[in-house]
């Protein structure tokens, strides 16, 4: 039970840092570490070393896919490739089903960026879609960001979907599909299904004002390339999960795995959107290189909390606390899945950031499983990603954004995007669930 307790405070020591003191999550996370580390009696030399395994291990192959995904991110923003793939479903679905389009734009666009670079990519248009069909802006707003919501808290290449990955030792082509699978009807029930009930019970007063509405369209790619880098990782990925099970030549088979691979495929993605999307769009090297240099800064925070969760889960195995909670939760015949995701839910509430959530989770919840049998890892991937987005609130930068650009006050943040966000947290949970039952 000592051993319990310690692990408790330790989480403790995480929220009161990032929600009290105000300490970055990497600070927050390391000292918990320390702390959790000291006390559960580990010697001063396996201190060190446990922490710079952890971290190496959790980082050893995500540094590269973090900032090739940022890049890429950051070129479709830049471009306007995202806004053109908007703007394509909106052609195709007509105003009065605008809730679905934006919902399917969210989503396509949310694969390959950031949360936060995707709101950047969507709103102009949800804005400029407001101003001239006079519609309530949150049923064109809200199915946009669930579509961008729920594939940043589920879907890899996305940062915390890759740790989660890479903690559990579970498989990248399989966790993608299955991610997909169970997506869909969260952000179909959360999106355009919420949108439609909450926006008649919700007027906004005042009105968006911090994002101004390109109007330069002649300077746009076409749609058709736009899909084809957004969706150029993806197909690749898939291609390296499915090449195996064709009965393609080695060779092929060995060449399809190796551009699948999460690095190869944004590296050639990244190189594809500073040709397409950058030097035939009449952007020189300059800007490019410009543009690339401005994705280090968010990548780094992201790497360095990513690398100190590594750390705590370390220091777990290391002090025997994993096997203690393993015996407890066996004992207690407390379902792993069932567990990932509350344990991530109450760190996300309690700290507002989904990455820290995960990675802590994934971290607490690893050594319990590592000597189960009949756990499937990347179900135990999805249901901690799940956890992590549920009920946003004001110590989550997204809540903020999500007022500010969309220019609603507190009360009305509350009622529209934590609910939203709670939604697709506990049916992408009751999906994965009855997903887990058939598998």
């Known amino acids: 039970m000592a051993s319990l307790l310690i692990t408790l405070l330790a989480i403790i020591i995480v929220i009161i840092g990032v929600s009290v003191f105000k300490w970055h999550a990497f600070i927050s996370l390391t000292v918990a570490t320390l702390f959790l580390a000291i006390f559960s009696g580990l010697s001063m030399d396996k201190i060190v070393s446990g922490i710079e395994t952890g971290v190496g291990g959790a980082l050893g192959h995500l540094v590269g896919i973090l900032a090739l ?9 830049e471009s306007g490739a995202g806004v053109q793939v908007a703007n394509f479903f909106v052609n195709k679905f007509g105003v009065k089903k605008l809730p679905w389009a934006m919902m399917l734009a969210g989503f396509i666009i949310g694969i390959p960026v950031f949360f936060e670079v995707g709101i950047l990519i969507v709103l102009p248009l949800v804005i400029s879609i407001h101003k001239t069909s006079k519609q309530n802006i949150l049923l064109i707003a809200l199915p946009a960001i669930a579509g961008l919501s729920i594939v940043h808290g589920l879907v890899p290449p996305h940062p915390g979907a890759i740790a989660a990955i890479s903690i559990y030792n579970a498989n990248m082509g399989k966790v993608l599909l299955y991610s997909l699978l169970i997506a869909i009807p969260a952000v179909i029930i959360a999106g355009p299904l919420f949108a439609k009930w909450v926006h008649k019970r919700v007027i906004p007063e005042g009105e968006p004002e911090l994002i101004k509405i390109n109007t330069a369209t ?8 736009s899909f084809f880098i957004i969706l150029l990782p993806v197909i690749l990925m898939i291609f390296s999960s499915v090449a195996p099970y064709i009965g393609l030549p080695g060779g092929i088979t060995k060449f399809f795995i190796f551009i699948g691979s999460p690095l190869i495929a944004l590296l050639i993605a990244c190189f594809a959107a ?4 950058g030097i035939r769009q009449g952007i020189d090297k ?9 994705c280090f800064l968010p990548v780094g925070s992201i790497i360095a909390i990513i690398g100190a969760g590594g750390g705590f889960k370390q220091i777990l195995i290391d002090s025997g606390v994993g096997a203690t909670i393993g015996d407890m939760s066996q004992n207690v015949h407390l379902s792993p899945l069932v567990l990932a995701f509350m344990i991530a839910g109450l760190i996300r509430i309690a700290t507002g950031s989904a990455t820290v959530a995960l990675t802590t989770a994934a971290g607490i919840v690893a050594p319990i499983v590592q000597h189960m049998s009949g756990v499937n890892m990347e179900l135990l991937v999805i249901v901690t990603g799940a956890g992590s987005l549920m009920f946003s609130h004001v110590n989550d930068a997204g809540f903020w954004m999500v007022k ?8 009305e943040t509350f009622k529209t995007w934590t609910v939203l966000e709670t939604i697709l947290s506990f049916v992408a949970f009751g999906v994965a669930l009855i997903v887990n039952m058939f598998i």
């Open 286 to 294: 300059n800007g490019i290189k410009k543009f690339t240099e401005e």
């Open 69 to 77: 995904g940022t890049i890429l991110g950051k070129m479709m923003a």
């Open 404 to 411: 500010e650009y969309l220019g609603l006050s507190v009360k």
């Open 218 to 225: 002649e300077k746009l790619p076409s749609t058709g390339l």
């Open 274 to 277: 500073f040709y397409f999307l």
